[in-house]
């Protein structure tokens, strides 16, 4: 949960200073290794339902971030995404990918299911019959696929992703800032509204089924597995 | 008529029993072979009027039950898909066709206009400029052109499709039954009223034009055209 | 302004005419130049504001052509379409180019933002993460990757494009016409209210830029680069 408050913040300072436009992306080999269930497990020490209405705060409140976020938003994909780090690039202006990327939202193996805002804005880009098999159905997704598909901008060589991406990046930095940042929300207004309904109703579910015994079942079996390797 | 209140009945039955997803595909060689014209006129002895309403409300329900339809539903497209057979495919979940599937909506032709929620869905899934050439223009679509704009989730070599497909879908069938269908129904509820207006307003229009000159000169082409072959 | 005054004038007579469907295409080497910002600066020696005003007016009147055509039309993309000849082609109904036909929209380096409802149809056709870089950094599309992306609804050879495409109109003009307008009509009809707000968004945003200082500097480069050549 710690991560999601620190990108929460990161993302609203980037959004009040002078840069351009702003760029994230993963460390080491990852772009995001999903949410970390161990984690969230540990915590439930305390009142089980207490936490898990913080715990939904604190994504709607990173969702937001995104769905808001004032100027052009860059995510770099490093490696492979999974879960959120693959739902959240659907409300990302744009999306570069190294050819070892791999997209996964394995939510229904774990009793879970799609989030931010990633209901909504997958059928959009990819249409709904392809959008289903990875939502619901686990499919993994290379980087050229997703590329095809509409999710990624451009998919480059993983030896020279960082250097031909940041000297795009650069280059673009150079563009009127007020000129990019009014654009990007012309574009996004038509939907603002609308992902943030999305938004609550996906975190409505989530909670609903958090304790629901596909969700335990799922993370049960998860754990055991894990606990054979 | 009959057939699509069969399947209608089918899909009524199939959405509350305890199948985790709901399958659907064509017998033979074809997957549809479009409306029965000759069954449509051969009952116009009655009053017209009256059979054009009565069958306006079999097909509108028709299209209501995969609207609302509240499980993943799954199209195998064994051979040709013909007029609603190719439309009703944009509000299946998973579509996935034989390298023999061909999708035609022959609608100007025969003075008619897209049903089944495709003048909302086919613009959404392929853009505007694409979609147009199919349900006004009469484009044929191969499987890997219908794969290729989003229509169809997977293309399988004919030899193999049965074989292939009915593997996938066992695999996904071991998938939790509740989370399948909250996801599928998450996703869907953004476009589900919107989804029921435009259906009566293709079928206002439908129920307008059905004694159109425009139209029963398409008819009498048709099949004078047959008569001639 | 007086070509879009002459254009517009000319879709209000089209639309009412008996022709089947409408086509658009460019003289010479060039599909569109862009909006001629000679010309337009060359009137601001008048009142500067009344000039923005009433240009603003001339260019929604001509966008609001496209949203309410009443007959499908089609865009024969001929050599290169820069600024309002790439966003006006989401409005369109058929879009066929040439393969020697590029699509520019060099907004953010001239200060200006996407109009002709690009900032609603780009997205929608494309995906945010494609439609962001094309309207905002001024990424070239050639004809056959705009064709990928779903703006463009097929590619010609240049030597044959004008031979194959009149001929594949010819017979599209002998489908029955009230059934194409009426077709095309429920197709657009979903998006026809939102597409004039748009229109009236992106004109308000114009307007409100028109004297930046992003935009002043803008143009002034573009006048110290051009007259350097």
Redesign the interface.
């Given at each position: 949960m710690e991560s999601y408050k620190e990108i929460s913040d990161a993302l609203e300072e980037a959004g009040n200073d002078d840069s351009v436009l702003t760029v994230f992306t993963g460390y080491g080999d990852y772009f995001t290794s999903g949410n970390d269930l161990n984690n969230a497990l540990r915590r439930s020490n305390g009142n089980l339902e207490d936490m898990i209405t913080e715990s939904s705060n604190v994504v709607r409140n990173f969702v937001c971030k995104f769905i808001d976020f004032p100027k052009?938003l860059v995510a770099m994909v490093n490696g492979p995404a999974i879960g959120i780090g693959t739902t959240i690039?659907?409300l990302?202006?744009?999306?570069y990918a190294s050819d070892q990327a791999t997209f996964n939202t394995p939510?229904?193996?774990l009793?879970?299911?799609?989030e931010a805002c990633s209901?909504?804005?997958?059928?959009?880009?990819?249409?709904?019959?392809?959008?289903?098999?990875v939502?619901?159905?686990?499919k993994t997704l290379t980087a050229r696929e997703a590329c095809n598909?509409?999710?990624?901008?451009?998919v480059f060589p993983d030896s020279t992703f960082q250097q031909e991406v940041w000297s795009r990046l650069k280059s673009?930095a150079t563009?009127?800032k007020?000129?990019?940042a009014?654009?990007?929300q012309?574009?996004r207004?038509?939907d603002n509204e609308?992902l943030h309904t999305?938004c609550v109703?996906?975190m409505e579910?989530l909670i609903k089924?958090a304790n629901?015994e596909?969700?335990l079942?799922?993370i049960q079996q998860f754990f055991s597995r894990k606990s054979k390797m």
């Open positions: 052009p690039l659907g990302c202006d744009l999306v939510f229904s193996k009793g879970q299911h799609p209901s909504y804005t997958f059928p959009r880009i990819m249409g709904l019959s392809k959008a289903i098999e939502l619901l159905f686990n598909l509409g999710l990624v901008t451009e673009y563009f009127p007020n000129c990019l009014l654009s990007k012309l574009v207004s038509v609308k999305v109703k996906e579910l089924r629901s596909d969700a079942n799922a």
